[in-house]
């Protein structure tokens, strides 16, 4: 069974910096991309970044480039999302999912999903 | 970027009714589409993807069809576990965007 866990979500200051896990289990994890998307509180879904099975391949939503970075560990089965200069408009649960389609063209979907991980941006 | 907007946002049913949602891509995206169902608390789940494919596990009451700027997802006999807010995905360019969601609530 694919396993996702979330963690490292909290309180954080307007500017500071904050570091997402997503430890995988129960799939070949260096075969498959993973992404993080969003959920603001009350609000609907926000994708926010991709990264390619070899770690080889980002993207990221336009309103996170420059301050947020995803990576990853193949050898610990693990995905993180490196947040900096972090805003009030990103406070929200974050969510780690495996991704499936086509990543030559870079179509595809999310599943499953973690649990999530609030990050709560306010002094 | 590519807009999804879904419709109604709301809908409220009874258990065996048939429910469907509506989303309608800004530009056309094919078949990449896909549809999640979120329950209070929890994360979403895949239903359908590629437009009508049920994703393994997924109950045949569910349903999905369209290509290029219109899509639709019925629910045919609608279950209590049902009751959830339901989004629409366009996979086919970065960024990739939802659906505003879809409230189905208890009449």
């Known amino acids: 069974e694919v396993q996702l866990l979330e963690s490292g979500g909290g309180l954080v200051q307007p500017g500071g910096s904050l570091r997402l896990s997503c430890a995988a289990s129960?799939?070949?994890?260096?075969?498959?991309?993973m992404s993080w998307v969003r959920q603001a509180p009350g609000k609907g879904l926000e994708w926010v970044s991709v990264i390619s099975g070899s770690g080889g391949r980002t993207y990221y939503t336009d309103s996170v480039k420059g301050r947020f970075i995803i990576s990853r560990d193949n050898s610990k089965n693990t995905l993180y999302l490196q947040m900096n200069s972090l805003r009030a408009e990103d406070t929200a649960v974050y969510y780690c999912a495996k991704w499936f389609g086509d990543f030559g063209a870079v179509r595809g979907w999310f599943d499953p999903w973690g649990q999530g991980s609030l990050v709560t941006v306010s002094s | 970027d590519i807009q999804m907007t879904q419709s109604p946002s709301s809908v409220s049913a009874s258990g065996g009714d048939r429910v469907t949602i509506t989303c309608r891509a800004s530009q056309d995206i094919s078949r990449w589409l896909a549809w999640y169902q979120q329950k209070p608390g929890k994360a979403p789940k895949l239903l359908i993807y590629a437009a009508s494919t049920l994703q393994s596990g997924v109950p045949s009451r569910f349903s999905g069809s369209g290509s290029g700027t219109d899509f639709t997802l019925t629910i045919s006999s609608l279950q209590p576990e049902d009751f959830a807010t339901y989004y629409c995905?366009?996979?086919?360019?970065?960024?990739?965007?939802f659906g505003q969601g879809t409230k189905l609530e208890i009449k």
């Open positions: 129960g799939f070949t994890f260096s075969s498959f991309a």
């Open positions: 995905q366009q996979a086919y360019s970065f960024p990739y965007t």
